[in-house]
């Protein structure tokens, strides 16, 4: 079965503008997580999502933000990019939210630069 | 709070050698415990997991065991192979279900 996609793979964006990312999860996945990579500060973990409801939400500003549509697919958004925007960010599925026995998919990222 | 500590890399080992990487947490009660591996450009992949104490996860050769005496579950492998090379991390699944990561171990694996 196909895997956890994200798009797009590659972005380069200005400081100030917006951006939006896009994560399809594996199929019957109802949890998309997210987590932002970088060599400074390492797998931070962003936001998750169960159907289509914010359910836990880590420690960054409002700034980034997303959201769940019914067909579990996620987006993120971050506005007013800034320099330590750039990273890598990762998307996670998971069959069900907060389960010890559930286990996480992640797909290959969105290498985001913010120049 | 929650965290997880790994020794810091660069690890470079010669095919055949041992391995060992270090892991220790920090956690309120007796959380899911997991190894992830990272190649070069990709995202993260699931390399073993285990749920509670004394459980042994394993996968491709590597091995790590939940040991809640000492908070720890250290990644090992017999023989590595130069395909090993990659970014090792180890993570624990938060109250809240999110996953908690070390900063990871680079592996080099020198023919």
């Known amino acids: 079965k196909a895997g956890v996609t994200q798009t797009p793979r590659y972005l380069i964006k200005t400081r100030g503008q917006q951006v939006t990312l896009s994560c399809s999860p594996i199929?019957?996945?109802?949890?998309v997580s997210w987590y932002q990579q970088t060599p400074g500060q390492g797998l931070q973990f962003l936001f998750e999502?169960?159907?289509?409801?914010?359910?836990n939400k880590g420690n960054f500003p409002g700034r980034f933000s997303g959201r769940q549509f019914s067909n579990s697919r996620s987006e993120m958004n971050v506005s007013t990019l800034e320099l330590g925007d750039s990273a890598l960010y990762l998307c996670?599925?998971?069959?069900?939210?907060?389960?010890?026995?559930?286990?996480?998919?992640f797909g290959s990222g969105t290498r985001l630069t913010v120049v | 709070g929650n965290s997880v500590t790994q020794m810091e890399g660069p690890v470079t080992l010669s095919e055949e050698a041992f391995l060992t990487i270090n892991c220790t947490y920090t956690?309120?009660?007796?959380?899911?415990l997991f190894w992830y591996v990272q190649y070069p450009g990709e995202g993260l992949q699931l390399l073993l997991k285990?749920?509670?104490?004394?459980d042994k996860g394993s996968n491709k050769g590597f091995e790590a065991t939940y040991r809640k005496e000492t908070t720890s579950f250290h990644l090992e492998k017999g023989s590595v192979q130069v395909s090993d090379s990659a970014v090792y991390f180890c993570?624990?699944?938060?109250?809240?279900?999110?996953?908690?990561f070390g900063k990871g171990t680079k592996l080099s694996v020198k023919p």
């Open positions: 996670a599925s998971s069959l069900g939210q907060g389960s010890p026995n559930y286990g996480y998919t």
């Open positions: 199929s019957g996945h109802r949890s």
């Open positions: 999502y169960f159907s289509e409801t914010q359910r």
């Open positions: 956690a309120t009660g007796y959380p899911s």
């Open positions: 285990a749920t509670k104490a004394d």
């Open positions: 993570a624990l699944r938060g109250s809240q279900g999110n996953l908690i």
